[in-house]
């Protein structure tokens, strides 16, 4: 009875050690096609942040939006794939890395809803900061000043500080003004996305 018993559990024992073999091997298989996927969404999510950032538009924001927003659903969905993987058990340090590293949604992990209104709140904030206009601290009539580059090449270079002040001031009291509440709302939408990542203030 006994050999019986041991033959038996060295049997269980066998085909877990296989069955968990072929679930790493199953998981390689599905990060490297994920990894594809992702690469591929990230480029596209690049290519239409940098052609709102280079001509800000309602178009282009659209278009920035909607595509960020759609790779944000996708990132969800492959994050629920993710978890029906037993991953925390797998040999190989990497992948362990990799899939938890995917399954930390950050901003996806909103719903959609609110995913939404942050893309917008981002937005109004990145434009307001690449509409505000200042004049020159050398020139007064010269109201035609943006932060980058101008603002940012005096910033880089200067070594006065009555000047670098005035340039901080004067930029930081039209922007900040102006996406006060934008700013109120995205501190609020990142402190909930923190909260279904389950990340604290100590992490």
Do not use: H
Request: net charge negative; with cysteine.
């Amino acid at each position: 009875m006994k050999i019986f018993i041991t033959t038996f559990l060295l049997s269980l024992a066998l085909q877990f050690a296989l069955a968990s073999v072929k679930e790493e091997i199953t998981a390689t298989e599905y990060i490297e096609n994920l990894n594809k996927e992702i690469a591929r969404r990230n480029y596209l999510e690049r290519e239409s942040s940098w052609a709102y950032a280079s001509n800000i538009n309602d178009e282009n924001e659209r278009q920035k939006n909607e595509v960020a927003a759609d790779v944000a659903k996708f990132m969800k969905e492959a994050a629920t794939d993710l978890q029906k993987f037993n991953w925390q058990t797998f040999k190989s340090e990497n992948l362990r890395r990799q899939f938890k590293k995917l399954t930390k949604l950050e901003y996806a992990a909103l719903s959609e809803a609110d995913y939404a209104e942050y893309l917008s709140v981002m937005s109004t904030m990145e434009s307001n900061f690449a509409r505000v206009r200042v004049c020159d601290y050398k020139n007064a009539t010269k109201c035609d000043l943006s932060l980058d580059p101008e603002i940012q090449d005096i910033i880089s270079t200067s070594r006065d500080p009555e000047e670098l002040k005035y340039y901080w001031r004067e930029f930081y009291d039209k922007a900040g003004t102006a996406v006060r509440e934008p700013y109120e709302k995205y501190v609020e939408l990142n402190t909930k996305a923190a909260k279904l990542n389950n990340f604290t203030s100590g992490a």
